[in-house]
């Protein structure tokens, strides 16, 4: 039996990072707005689980955006009961001799590390980053909280400005071309910034050069949500509700209604209507165009929309999680060469040179598996993810890297615990004091589980979709979305397969939430940022 709800002024399917941005947005602006998720919580990818008094960060632990994203400040997170820590030591790469080159947000100290190695390359990498910064500070962060200028007018009015003008290059840069024309030469260096950049899934040998510039500044940058990961989630969902958003969890949507070209509400499994003005999604590409407005509706809006949708890539890669409670924290030997690369957020395990990093990329691709990844010491960050008074001295540890969807070396079922051990033996080679610790607790978030969890994230793609040239800019997810809106009229788009892409970067969601305010008639309440102003009238956002 069907049964029709109220009308609302907006539905957001989806309450993971980017849905309930929008909401907050939205609902503070005095919409009517109801957000509709198929999990029992919200928060998406922003997920912490507790087993045996620890707190694992299953998904999303680092935050690269939290310390620029509008976001934070305009939605009081901290006031609704988020905040985060961002470490002042933020990577190390790790020698097999006990050596360590450690990188700092600030480039004079890690400068001073790359000096320990490289006298020359010390001076060029502060040379290097005052460009780099000036790109990611001055055009590429104030774009990803705007909407995406077309390709073409892209790089017209970029050439206005001498930042544009190197954006522009790069963007016809793979990833290595990038590093190179940086022309440091010692080869540790130049491993440990590729593996920065290329950490969560990018191809190196890809396009978009100018992306490994902003992977690398905002990873050093990077930041840890104070007692897990969905206390972000749950601030988010707090400030949207505490001005007047509803949730339905559990629910999922199986269409969205259409009347001719115009999007009318969604329909839940078990037949429930729900009315709306606008509806958005934050849903992948296939899954909202294909199964949930279905390719009849799409192609009376838009002949080349199924099309494109199902010409849409998924990544090549995806990652891989062990998650270790310990008795006690994994301590580094190379802490005696550097006492810093103890403290290190992430620290850069199994691979040492530029060849062996690609080669290794080149394998996982092929769908071979070898522990080479970044380990943390999460504890070190946010005490509470361990239960101390019940356990003094125990931590939380986490190891993660690059992983195929389909592994050769049979199920991820059948070999994550045989996975694990090799994870943890190249752990011990590193931090000794590891061979006698007693695991507590441990848990394998393999790629498989990942899709079943969040199934937008198909094959296991944390992006939502490859970052490559056809598919990020004003192609993400095609020319006719990427403006967040879509050729369906009422319906919107605002996941991490539209611009700027995935990495809880509270960004889709923001940019959505102006451009449904905007097309309802209602007033922004917030103000755009300094630094967006700042890049527009130098030509550098639309």
Request: net charge negative; aromatic share 8%; proline share 5%.
């Amino acid at each position: 039996m069907t049964t029709t709800d109220d009308e609302h002024d907006v539905i957001i399917i989806g309450g993971g990072p980017n849905g309930l941005v929008a909401a907050a947005y939205l609902a503070r602006a005095g919409v009517k707005v109801l957000v509709v998720e198929r999990h029992h919580e919200l928060g998406g990818g922003l997920v912490t689980e507790e087993w045996s008094g620890f707190r694992f960060n299953t998904h999303a632990k680092l935050m690269l955006m939290m310390d620029v994203a509008p976001a934070v400040t305009d939605l009081d997170l901290a006031g609704w009961g988020c905040t985060y820590r961002k470490p002042d030591v933020a990577a190390t790469i790790l020698t097999h001799d006990n050596k360590a080159m450690t990188f700092y947000s600030d480039i004079a100290r890690t400068a001073k590390s790359i000096a320990r190695f490289s006298p020359d390359d010390a001076n060029a990498y502060v040379e290097v980053m005052e460009d780099w910064y000036a790109i990611v500070n001055e055009a590429l962060i104030p774009a990803t909280f705007s909407l995406p200028m077309p390709l073409l007018d892209m790089a017209v009015s970029y050439e206005a400005s001498d930042v544009g003008q190197v954006v522009n290059e790069m963007a016809e840069e793979s990833f290595l071309e990038t590093l190179d024309a940086a022309g440091f030469e010692n080869e540790l260096l130049k491993t440990a910034m590729l593996f920065i950049g290329t950490m969560y899934g990018m191809d190196p040998d890809g396009g978009l050069g100018f992306l490994l510039p902003l992977f690398y500044q905002r990873i050093l940058h990077a930041t840890v949500i104070a007692n897990g990961s969905h206390q972000l989630a749950g601030a988010l969902a707090r400030f949207a509700n505490g001005n007047g958003a509803s949730f339905e969890r559990a629910a999922t949507v199986d269409r969205i209604l259409t009347d001719g070209t115009r999007a009318t509400g969604v329909r839940l499994e078990g037949g429930r209507e729900i009315l709306a003005k606008k509806v958005i999604a934050t849903t992948d590409p296939e899954t909202t165009f294909l199964q949930l407005v279905g390719e009849r509706a799409c192609n009376e809006a838009s002949r080349g929309l199924v099309d494109t949708t199902r010409s849409w890539e998924w990544e090549s890669t995806s990652m891989l999680n062990v998650h270790f409670a310990l008795d006690r924290r994994p301590e580094l030997a190379a802490a005696q060469f550097d006492p810093d690369a103890d403290r290190a957020l992430i620290k850069i395990m199994g691979v040492e040179t530029v060849d062996d990093l690609l080669d290794h990329i080149a394998s996982v691709r092929a769908g071979g598996f070898t522990p080479i990844g970044a380990g943390f010491n999460l504890t070190d960050f946010d005490p509470m993810q361990a239960p101390i008074d019940v356990e003094p001295g125990s931590a939380v540890a986490c190891w993660e890297g690059l992983a195929p969807f389909e592994c050769s070396l049979g199920t991820w079922p059948d070999i994550e615990c045989d996975v694990a051990d090799s994870v943890l033996a190249t752990w011990k080679r590193y931090a000794p004091n590891l061979t006698d610790a007693r695991i507590i607790r441990q848990y394998v978030n393999n790629p498989a589980y990942t899709a079943a969890r969040l199934p937008s994230m198909k094959r296991g793609s944390i992006k939502h979709g490859a970052y490559i040239a056809t598919q990020m800019l004003s192609n993400r997810p095609n020319p006719d979305c990427s403006s967040y809106r879509t050729p369906i009229e009422n319906l919107y788009v605002a996941g991490a397969s539209v611009w700027p892409g995935g990495m809880v970067l509270l960004a889709g969601g923001y940019n959505a939430a102006g451009v449904v305010a905007d097309d309802l008639g209602v007033e922004r309440w917030w103000e755009e940022p300094e630094f967006v102003t700042e890049a527009r009238a130098k030509g550098l956002v639309g």
